[in-house]
């Protein structure tokens, strides 16, 4: 269901700018929107008990529209990022990123939902109106249902009677506070993966501000009435976004729903256990073998998962420096292993060893899988299918003409075997990986694109001829294959048939 979500999206928005792939970037960017509009907002707030539903008016009416948009842009973007975190905690749920390596990001990641909810909470309850009045006195009566001193803290700061501006001041602080450790953890949350996408691409901010602008223009976030503490409205138009708990307390009671949540955080928190059940012969991690390292640090610059590490050289070797995996961080995904300058199969001797190599795929695995598959082809016009075991199992391709080569991942493949490929006599190499921008190992396809173009090492050569080559990006489209395929075929064909004459 969620690929076919991100499919259908993709006929909407470019592939690499689809915001389903998105999903932490965009959840950054508008925390980042809520902070920036929360820190002017400030500057215009009192945060004493009689001044703090006046400041909240005093914006709302602004004859300048900037009030309203101020408080529409710091509610909207608060809201956006609410939902944003839900669905990249369910795509990375549903993708397994819970297992292996990633159990740091996957840990870190869930304290952050609880910090977005006190933020947005307290931020609600700033403008003392009679929703936040019902929030608070929720609030009390659902940490007072916790055993442990909350009963305390309950009275002495969310009771009605307690209300002063000392509560304000610490309302104000807890907001502020909050979103600074959100931002700090989001920055804890991405430490063990390189290149951290915090930004979505440039037309998915433009896209996100335009529409925040416009819903905080056309649905302005403005106060009810003021809290009447000696007054119980009949009815509340609620944020939904950060008051849902409110409701679901009051329909199941507080004690469920404290067990639902440390339930639901308890067993999310217990994934990562799962790994040491699911953890398959794929996923040994990458070896090195120094006897074959320069030190170059290609692989350290490649590795998405921040799992190499270049340090100084332990043998004999002139070379300064030597690569070195730490096991606990490496997803298995070859990356490294299309990066170093000793994966290459014109070397002559016959039990190749690479720099960095995949125990279960070795480089000799691939130069000697690649060989017997296109010795034992038959048919015409012979094509090499080098497919991403993680796109889609493109074994079905496999015929008298098509030898299918599955790799870990796209960017697992040094670009100097495409030139073996047709050195050996294959009329045409086809490279297959998820979608565009979709890389289950985050950074693959856009190595293969950079070392395919030659901005980046190792290179594909000059001399290969681009037009026997096509580097694809079709998830489970195996249709994108076919014709690809078709196509490599209908040139060969061409080019045989021109060759006499020529
Ligand atoms: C404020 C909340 C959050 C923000 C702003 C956020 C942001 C991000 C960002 C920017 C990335 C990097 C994406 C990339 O470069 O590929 C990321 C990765 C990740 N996030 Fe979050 N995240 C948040 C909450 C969560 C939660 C609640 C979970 C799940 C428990 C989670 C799980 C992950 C995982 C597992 C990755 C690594 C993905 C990979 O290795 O491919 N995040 N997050
Ligand atoms: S296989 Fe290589 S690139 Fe991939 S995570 Fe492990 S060390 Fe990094
Ligand atoms: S890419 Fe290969 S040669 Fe370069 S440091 Fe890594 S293992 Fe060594």
Same mark, same amino acid.
């Given at each position: 269901?969620?690929?076919?979500?991100?499919?259908?999206?993709?006929?909407?928005?470019?592939?690499?700018?689809?915001?389903?792939r998105h999903?932490?970037?965009?959840?950054?960017?508008?925390?980042?929107?809520?902070?920036?509009?929360?820190?002017?907002?400030?500057?215009?707030?009192?945060?004493?008990v009689?001044?703090?539903?006046?400041?909240?008016?005093?914006?709302?009416?602004?004859?300048?529209r #900037?009030?309203?948009?101020? $408080?529409? @842009?710091?509610?909207?973007? /608060?809201? !956006?990022?609410? *939902?944003?975190v +839900?669905?990249?905690?369910i795509?990375?749920?549903?993708?397994?990123?819970?297992?292996?390596?990633?159990?740091?990001?996957?840990?870190?990641?869930?304290?952050?939902?609880?910090?977005?909810?006190?933020?947005?909470?307290?931020?609600?309850w #700033?403008l003392?109106?009679? $929703?936040? @009045?019902y929030s608070?006195? /929720?609030t !009390?009566?659902? *940490?007072?249902? +916790?055993?442990l001193?909350?009963?305390?803290?309950?009275?002495?700061?969310?009771?009605?009677?307690?209300?002063?501006?000392?509560?304000?001041?610490l309302?104000?602080?807890?907001?502020?506070?909050?979103?600074?450790?959100?931002?700090?953890?989001?920055?804890?949350?991405?430490?063990?993966?390189?290149?951290?996408?915090?930004?979505?691409?440039?037309?998915?901010i433009?896209?996100?501000?335009?529409?925040?602008v416009?819903?905080?223009?056309?649905?302005p976030?403005?106060?009810l009435?003021?809290?009447?503490?000696?007054?119980?409205?009949a009815?509340?138009?609620?944020?939904?976004?950060f008051?849902?708990?409110h409701?679901?307390?009051q329909?199941?009671?507080?004690?469920?729903?404290?067990?639902?949540?440390?339930?639901?955080?308890?067993?999310l928190a217990?994934?990562?256990?799962l790994?040491?059940?699911?953890r398959t012969?794929?996923s040994?991690?990458?070896?090195?073998?120094l006897?074959?390292?320069?030190?170059?640090?290609?692989?350290?610059?490649?590795?998405?998962?921040?799992a190499?590490m270049?340090t100084?050289?332990?043998?004999?070797?002139?070379?300064?420096?030597?690569?070195?995996?730490?096991?606990?961080?490496?997803?298995?995904?070859?990356?490294?292993?299309?990066?170093?300058?000793?994966?290459?199969?014109?070397?002559?001797?016959?039990?190749?060893?690479?720099?960095?190599?995949?125990?279960?795929?070795?480089?000799?695995?691939?130069?000697?899988q690649?060989?017997?598959?296109?010795?034992?082809?038959?048919?015409?016009?012979q094509?090499?299918?080098?497919?991403?075991?993680?796109?889609?199992?493109?074994?079905?391709?496999?015929?008298?003409?098509?030898?299918?080569i599955?790799?870990?991942?796209?960017?697992?493949?040094?670009?100097?075997?495409?030139?073996y490929?047709l050195?050996?006599?294959?009329?045409?190499?086809?490279?297959?990986?998820?979608?565009?921008?979709?890389?289950?190992?985050?950074?693959?396809?856009?190595?293969?694109?950079?070392?395919?173009?030659?901005?980046?090492?190792?290179?594909?050569?000059?001399?290969?001829?681009r037009?026997r080559?096509?580097?694809?990006?079709?998830g489970?489209?195996?249709?994108?294959?076919?014709k690809?395929?078709?196509?490599?075929?209908?040139?060969?064909?061409?080019?045989?048939?021109?060759?006499?004459h020529?």
């Open positions: 269901m969620f690929s076919q979500v991100a499919d259908f999206l993709d006929n909407i928005f470019p592939p690499h700018a689809n915001p389903w999903l932490g970037g965009l959840a950054f960017l508008c925390l980042l929107l809520s902070c920036l509009s929360g820190i002017i907002a400030y500057t215009m707030y009192d945060t004493s009689q001044g703090a539903y006046e400041s909240g008016l005093r914006l709302q009416n602004d004859p300048m #900037l009030g309203p948009l101020l $408080r529409g @842009l710091h509610r909207y973007a /608060a809201d !956006a990022a609410v *939902l944003l +839900l669905l990249h905690l795509r990375e749920t549903v993708q397994f990123h819970f297992l292996g390596a990633r159990w740091f990001s996957w840990l870190t990641g869930l304290g952050l939902p609880g910090l977005l909810l006190i933020s947005g909470l307290t931020g609600l #700033l003392w109106d009679e $929703r936040a @009045l608070v006195t /929720a !009390a009566q659902w *940490l007072q249902a +916790l055993p001193g909350s009963e305390l803290l309950a009275r002495n700061f969310l009771s009605t009677q307690a209300l002063n501006d000392r509560f304000f001041s309302i104000m602080f807890i907001h502020i506070g909050v979103p600074l450790l959100l931002l700090g953890g989001t920055w804890v949350h991405v430490q063990r993966i390189s290149m951290a996408r915090f930004y979505p691409p440039r037309s998915l433009w896209g996100s501000l335009g529409m925040l416009a819903l905080a223009l056309a649905f976030a403005e106060s009435n003021p809290a009447d503490t000696s007054f119980n409205a009815q509340l138009s609620l944020d939904w976004f008051m849902f708990i409701p679901l307390a329909a199941l009671s507080d004690q469920t729903v404290w067990l639902m949540v440390s339930g639901v955080g308890l067993a217990m994934l990562p256990l790994t040491k059940f699911m012969a794929v040994q991690p990458a070896q090195v073998h006897a074959h390292c320069n030190g170059c640090g290609r692989c350290a610059a490649d590795c998405p998962f921040t190499v270049m100084q050289r332990s043998d004999a070797s002139p070379h300064k420096f030597q690569a070195w995996v730490n096991p606990n961080l490496c997803t298995a995904c070859g990356i490294c292993v299309g990066a170093c300058p000793s994966s290459t199969p014109f070397r002559r001797i016959e039990d190749i060893v690479s720099g960095i190599d995949m125990p279960d795929l070795t480089v000799a695995m691939l130069r000697n690649l060989k017997h598959e296109l010795a034992a082809l038959t048919g015409l016009h094509i090499v299918l080098f497919s991403c075991r993680q796109a889609a199992n493109l074994s079905c391709f496999a015929d008298h003409s098509t030898a299918v599955p790799l870990h991942c796209a960017a697992m493949l040094p670009p100097s075997f495409i030139d490929a050195r050996l006599g294959a009329a045409g190499v086809i490279l297959a990986g998820c979608k565009e921008g979709a890389c289950e190992f985050r950074l693959g396809d856009q190595w293969v694109r950079q070392r395919m173009a030659g901005l980046r090492e190792p290179q594909l050569r000059a001399r290969v001829p037009e080559l096509r580097v694809l990006w079709p489970r489209d195996h249709l994108v294959i076919q690809a395929a078709a196509d490599l075929r209908r040139s060969a064909n061409l080019t045989a048939l021109q060759t006499p020529d």
